[in-house]
């Protein structure tokens, strides 16, 4: 069974920073692609940054130029460094591995709240 495991969420003021963690329970070369998502209250999930196996990124608009992801492969961890944040930036982040073999797979999620 592959696990995903996130943290690094929390509470912090308008224009603070975070970076999330996910780690995986196997090689992260494993998966063809990994990224980011949060759902905010309310609202469906939606992709915020993704990073293919290969080293591509690819990031929503509201992400660009705030936020940046990246891994590291020896320790199976991909990271979402978010800077400036907003109020509007509150919500469930979820971190997504895809594999030909292990489909899709979803972490548990973790808390990150803006405060105004």
């Known amino acids: 069974q592959v696990q995903l495991v996130e943290s690094g969420g929390g509470l912090v003021q308008t224009g603070g920073s975070l970076r999330l963690s996910c780690t995986a329970s196997i090689t992260i070369f494993s998966f063809n692609s990994m990224g980011w998502y949060r759902q905010a209250p309310g609202k469906q999930r939606e992709l915020v940054a993704a990073i293919a196996r290969g080293g591509s990124t690819n990031y929503a608009d509201s992400a660009k130029s705030r936020f940046t992801i990246s891994r590291d492969n020896a320790k199976n961890t991909m990271y979402l460094q978010m800077n400036s944040l907003k109020p509007e930036d509150t919500a469930v982040y979820y971190c997504?591995?895809?594999?030909?073999?292990?489909?899709?797979?979803w972490g548990q999620g973790t808390q990150v709240t803006v405060s105004s």
């Open positions: 997504n591995a895809y594999s030909s073999t292990w489909s899709s797979v």
